[in-house]
């Protein structure tokens, strides 16, 4: 599988998520589908900064949509045009990729296992989506990035580190990482980034609607 094909899994299902989480709540199978999304998308996280040429350009993107969705993110999960509570996922995936940046400048093992709690401490004080335990995913696939059997069992291994949680269904994501070739394929450079705060938006407003009938 190519990265192109790994983004419209990770999208689509992560799309199934978001209309189970904000329309039907009752439907928890569409949450189970929905576990898929986030491990594929800390996965390509990785590889997209092995392959970046511009690692602050690729910063500033994460974090300018970081901010943009907030306000769609709030309202479509909390109701709220802000709250402070809840940060959404571009956040998690900043500090994912702040942390694969110093990792990458200190080799020391000791400093790592420092910096890696540092950035998970920064996630759960901040209330990222996923906090502290995405980034000890995006983590896991930076460090073993080469050991494609040891990266996939470590991370499979993650989804079931929610106690009475239904993320351990996101192991299922291991199946597709394992198939990566490598390759980009079709470009989509924005379009996760645009339709990651389109779709909540759109979400609330169908909400809406849906409670006024």
């Known amino acids: 599988m190519?990265?192109?094909q790994l983004k419209w899994i990770a999208i689509i299902t992560m799309l199934i998520d978001h209309v189970g989480a904000v329309l039907f709540p009752?439907?928890?199978e569409l949450r189970y589908i929905g576990r898929i999304s986030f491990p594929i998308f800390c996965f390509l996280l990785t590889e997209g900064f092995?392959?970046?040429?511009?690692i602050r350009r690729y910063m500033i993107r994460l974090g300018g949509f970081a901010l943009i969705s907030e306000v769609p993110y709030d309202l479509a999960f909390h109701?709220?045009?802000v709250d402070p509570k809840h940060q959404n996922v571009f956040f998690t995936l900043l500090l994912g990729v702040i942390l694969m940046y110093v990792l990458k400048r200190s080799r020391e093992l000791p400093l790592q296992a420092l910096e890696i709690l540092m950035v998970m401490c920064a996630a759960d004080l901040l209330r990222t989506d996923y906090s502290f335990k995405g980034i000890l995913l995006i983590a896991v696939f930076y460090l073993l990035r080469e050991n494609l059997w040891l990266k996939t069992a470590c991370a499979a291994m993650w989804n079931f580190l929610w106690n009475g949680s239904i993320q351990g269904y996101g192991a299922l994501a291991m199946i597709p990482i394992a198939l990566y070739n490598g390759e980009q394929g079709r470009k989509m450079k924005y379009f996760f980034y645009v339709f990651y705060p389109?779709?909540?938006?759109v979400l609330f407003l169908v909400n809406r609607m849906l409670l006024r009938t």
């Open 50 to 54: 092995w392959h970046t040429r511009n």
């Open 2 to 4: 190519t990265s192109f």
């Open 198 to 201: 389109a779709h909540l938006l």
């Open 26 to 28: 009752q439907y928890w």
């Open 79 to 81: 109701g709220k045009v």
